[in-house]
């Protein structure tokens, strides 16, 4: 069965400067994998994904990630954060095989002035 | 993308109360699911449906139920609520045609059983 891990909890920034949120996964097969964010007290919205070719993947409000397959990672970058992008934000994974989409725990981005 | 419908999108209610959590999507979407969303954030799969007439339980024990009658409807029913049962529900959709089961989510409910 696969799974996903983000490592940080919580990343604190400073507006305007870069970030980037870590989200490794573990699958035996190919996996499709996912970027999504939440604002306070709404639903999911997907930033991105990643199905096949390009390595590197851009999504909506800037954001990018790069799939690596060697280090089974899905790393997300944005090179100047704002602070409407503070949020949580949830790498998923599903293989390609199986239906069930397996959500990490969830990184809160804080962007401060 | 997909249009989904959540109400209410906040509910207050007394414990042992019968309620009902809507969705709805306009898309046509075949496959739909319900999570539960803890305070800590961390998403949990309760059910989900491939279609009309099919639901299957997911892999977070739930006391609630499901129907799945119309392609676009995907009603969540608590016969007896509990304060256990404090939460967010999210439900999603996703296309089974389009190959990747992307799923769209909506807005959430907020349940808060006193």
């Known amino acids: 069965a696969q799974s996903v891990t983000q490592l940080d909890s919580q990343v604190p920034v400073f507006e305007e400067a870069p970030v980037e949120l870590r989200c490794n996964y573990s699958?035996?097969?190919?996996?499709?994998l996912f970027w999504y964010v939440q604002y306070p007290n709404q639903g999911l919205q997907l930033l991105l994904k990643y199905l096949s070719g390009s390595t590197l993947v851009k999504g909506i409000n800037g954001f990018e990630a790069e799939f690596n397959k060697s280090q089974t990672s899905f790393h997300l970058r944005k090179p100047s954060v704002h602070i409407s992008d503070t949020a949580e934000y949830f790498c998923?994974?599903?293989?390609?095989?199986?239906?069930?989409?397996?959500f990490g725990t969830g990184t809160r981005l804080l962007v401060s002035p | 993308e997909a249009d989904i419908y959540q109400t209410p999108r906040y509910l207050v209610i007394g414990t042992g109360k019968k309620i009902t959590l809507e969705c709805s999507q306009t898309m046509g979407h075949d496959k739909m699911y319900w999570y539960q969303q803890d305070p800590g954030m961390e998403l949990h799969l309760i059910h989900y449906?491939?279609?009309?007439?099919?639901?299957e339980k997911g892999d977070l024990s739930s006391e609630s139920t499901v129907s799945r009658i119309r392609t676009e409807h995907f009603p969540l029913t608590l016969e007896s609520a509990r304060p256990s049962h404090t939460s967010q529900y999210l439900c999603a959709t996703a296309d089974s045609r389009e190959g990747s089961d992307t799923q769209y989510f909506g807005p959430g409910t907020r349940l808060t059983v006193l």
């Open positions: 699958s035996s097969v190919s996996v499709y």
């Open positions: 998923a994974v599903v293989n390609t095989g199986f239906q069930k989409l397996v």
């Open positions: 449906s491939y279609g009309v007439n099919s639901t």
